[in-house]
């Protein structure tokens, strides 16, 4: 008897949501549609500029070729915002090591041409990790709207990325911790 397809994964409640940093239409499309089929909730950036304009995802594959602009400034900018996990593809194997991607603040790497399988151990690899250094709840605000990881120095208000500057984020968190103090009755 025929097997019925299994139900479509994408979009599922709680799925890691991968973001496919690749301007190569062959290698991208390929990716994405394997990637979801391991149930991942793959959005595609296939410019610098469409990666840094993406909403946060829980990790991301980053292609350093990219037409607009260098992947290592992107890696550098991403890895300011957040800590999310970034997997750097390289067609340069040779010049990617260690040393240049802790620079960068990328996680791991991969090298073109890379098998499917490897790239997704890897990615669990790097989100088992990743999960592990979770921020404790003492390390997280949460007002309103307004969540701060104080590990990361990240601040998102319903759910959009702020940048500020050091001085900016740690008035922020005396205000915000103040305010949870306010709302515990604490004064
Ligand atoms: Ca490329």
Not at 87 to 96: K, L, N, P, Q, T
């Amino acid at each position: 008897a025929k097997k019925t397809a299994a139900p479509p994964r994408r979009r599922q409640a709680g799925a890691m949501q991968v973001l496919v940093v690749e301007d190569d239409e062959t290698i991208a499309e390929p990716l994405c549609a394997g990637l979801t089929r391991e149930g991942f909730d793959v959005r595609h950036a296939p410019t610098g500029a469409a990666a840094l304009a993406a909403e946060p995802a829980d990790l991301v594959l980053l292609d350093l070729g990219l037409p607009d602009l260098d992947g290592r400034v992107v890696c550098r900018e991403l890895r300011e915002r957040s800590a999310v996990p970034i997997i750097v593809v390289s067609a340069r194997g040779d010049e990617i090591d260690r040393v240049i991607l802790l620079e960068l603040g990328a996680d791991d790497y991969v090298v073109k041409p890379f098998g499917f399988r490897e790239l997704v151990a890897r990615m669990r690899a790097v989100l088992r990790r990743s999960d592990s250094h979770q921020a404790s709840p003492a390390d997280t605000l949460d007002v309103g709207g307004l969540h701060i990881d104080r590990r990361s120095r990240a601040v998102t208000v319903e759910g959009r990325h702020l940048t500020l500057t050091p001085k900016e984020f740690d008035l922020l968190v005396h205000l915000a911790a103040h305010a949870v103090d306010d709302a515990h009755g604490a004064h």
